[in-house]
Structures are given as structure tokens and as C-alpha cells.
């Protein structure tokens, strides 16, 4: 089985059945729900969601220090490839089969500024990551995304479902309520919540609106589920 750790707000790591490491949307340091060391953190791919801060503000000491492929939009594997950083570029409704399964990035509406050093002109277009991994877990981190109807075209294909709940900078508990409605997976992980005052929701009271359409794993920050 995979094991997923939450590391608070929207950061993810994955250990595969092959004991691959990935890490999703790294944001550690300056994250005020992170338990433990950036320096523990372990990583053979990185996937980025987009470039905002708080997906993206350890991408660079990460990649250096573990060597890891970075897998984002094109923009920021450009960017990230001048820094020395090796990258997989792919784009909205592109995959790539990597060792660990095959990649396909998934629509997310949300804006797209790259917020590192240097990017300060850089933009890109926010996506969600589908993974099938080649053990057969279906899994999806949808980004910080609003609704979207494009999301029932997910239904069947998703095991695990990611989803932000926060409201104010992506949907919130009612609209992720929906969300479940037209993917249809077995469990949902809710994120980007709770990080900052301008973004805190009832996780508990997501999971009763959610009720019998998926079970509802509310994670703590540094808490693991294996799927």
C-alpha cells in the first residue's frame, strides 16, 4: 500500500509501494501547521500544482538537496531547469508515465503567478495532478481550484480524492461537497484549511456534508493514511 503524509495546508508526501518519494506542493518552512525539519523531508519527484508560495516556497532547497525531478507546467520547469533544478514539463490534459505510474495534469481554475526569486515575471496555468500509479491506486490532488464541471469527467477514475475547503481563495465545503458529487471516490482528503485565520472551515462538519458519498479521512498535520 502507498502512504500519504499531510503535512498541513495543501503539502503532500507520497511513499509508493516501490518506495518511491513524492512530495506535492512543497511548502514547509514557512507553513505554521508543519511538524518536523524540511532536512527529513525525502523526495525522488516533486509535483507542483502552481506557483504560489504556498505550493511552492521549498521547491527549490528540496530539489537541490535531494536531487529530485520537479514535474509542474511548463513555465516553472523552465524556470527551475535555469537553476540547475532537473524538470518534466507537462500541461493541462497531458501525461507522462513515469516509474511510479502515469501523470496526467488535470484542469484547476485559479490564477498563476510563480512567487520564487526571480519569477517575478513568470506565469503559468494551475492544474490538478491524476495519478494511476502502477500498483493500482487511483489518486487526485485537485490544486487550488474552484468547482469546476470538468471534474465529472474524474467520475470512476479516482480512488483517493485531494480537495481544498478553505473558501475565500478556492472553493469552499459546499462547493467540495459537489466536487465529491461528480468524482465519486472511495475517500477525501480535504486541504487548504485551517493554515490562517482568512481560511478556517470545520473539517468535521465537511465529512457530515460529505455523509455516505465518500469516506472522509480529516487528516492531522503529519498524520499518514495508506491507501
Same mark, same amino acid.
Given at each position: 500500500?502507498?502512504?500519504?503524509?499531510?503535512?498541513?495546508?495543501?503539502?503532500?508526501?507520497?511513499?509508493?509501494?516501490?518506495?518511491?518519494?513524492?512530495?506535492?506542493?512543497?511548502?514547509?518552512?514557512?507553513?505554521?501547521?508543519?511538524?518536523?525539519?524540511?532536512?527529513?523531508?525525502?523526495?525522488?519527484?516533486? #509535483?507542483?500544482?502552481?506557483?504560489?508560495?504556498?505550493?511552492?516556497?521549498?521547491?527549490?532547497? #528540496?530539489?537541490?538537496?535531494?536531487?529530485?525531478?520537479?514535474?509542474?507546467?511548463?513555465?516553472?520547469?523552465?524556470? #527551475?531547469?535555469?537553476?540547475?533544478?532537473?524538470?518534466?514539463?507537462?500541461?493541462?490534459?497531458?501525461?507522462?508515465?513515469?516509474?511510479?505510474?502515469?501523470?496526467?495534469?488535470?484542469?484547476? #481554475?485559479?490564477?498563476?503567478?510563480?512567487?520564487?526569486?526571480?519569477?517575478?515575471? @513568470?506565469?503559468?496555468?494551475?492544474?490538478?495532478?491524476?495519478?494511476?500509479?502502477?500498483?493500482?491506486?487511483?489518486?487526485?490532488?485537485?490544486?487550488?481550484?474552484?468547482?469546476?464541471?470538468?471534474?465529472?469527467?474524474?467520475?470512476?477514475?479516482?480512488?483517493?480524492?485531494?480537495?481544498?475547503?478553505?473558501?475565500?481563495?478556492?472553493?469552499?465545503?459546499?462547493?467540495?461537497?459537489?466536487?465529491?458529487?461528480?468524482?465519486?471516490?472511495?475517500?477525501?482528503?480535504?486541504?487548504?484549511?485551517?493554515?490562517?485565520?482568512?481560511?478556517?472551515?470545520?473539517?468535521?462538519?465537511?465529512?457530515?456534508?460529505?455523509?455516505?458519498?465518500?469516506?472522509?479521512? @480529516?487528516?492531522?498535520?503529519?498524520?499518514?493514511?495508506?491507501?
Amino acid at each position: 500500500m502507498a502512504k500519504l503524509t499531510y503535512h498541513g495546508h495543501s503539502t503532500f508526501s507520497i511513499v509508493t509501494d516501490d518506495g518511491t518519494n513524492l512530495v506535492i506542493d512543497p511548502f514547509f518552512t514557512d507553513n505554521p501547521l508543519f511538524v518536523g525539519s524540511l532536512d527529513a523531508i525525502e523526495a525522488d519527484f516533486i #509535483l507542483l500544482t502552481h506557483g504560489h508560495f504556498d505550493h511552492i516556497a521549498d521547491v527549490v532547497p #528540496l530539489a537541490k538537496r535531494t536531487g529530485a525531478t520537479v514535474i509542474a507546467a511548463f513555465e516553472i520547469v523552465s524556470f #527551475l531547469e535555469g537553476l540547475g533544478i532537473p524538470g518534466s514539463a507537462q500541461n493541462i490534459g497531458g501525461g507522462v508515465t513515469y516509474p511510479f505510474g502515469y501523470v496526467k495534469m488535470t484542469a484547476a #481554475l485559479h490564477t498563476g503567478g510563480v512567487q520564487l526569486p526571480g519569477a517575478e515575471s @513568470v506565469t503559468t496555468t494551475p492544474a490538478g495532478f491524476l495519478i494511476n500509479f502502477t500498483s493500482g491506486q487511483r489518486f487526485h490532488h485537485a490544486g487550488d481550484t474552484a468547482l469546476l464541471t470538468d471534474m465529472q469527467l474524474l467520475k470512476g477514475k479516482v480512488d483517493l480524492a485531494i480537495l481544498p475547503i478553505g473558501d475565500r481563495y478556492t472553493m469552499g465545503p459546499e462547493d467540495a461537497v459537489t466536487a465529491v458529487d461528480f468524482i465519486a471516490p472511495k475517500v477525501v482528503v480535504p486541504c487548504h484549511y485551517n493554515t490562517w485565520p482568512p481560511i478556517e472551515q470545520d473539517a468535521g462538519a465537511f465529512k457530515a456534508a460529505v455523509g455516505a458519498r465518500a469516506h472522509v479521512e @480529516v487528516m492531522a498535520p503529519g498524520a499518514t493514511y495508506e491507501f
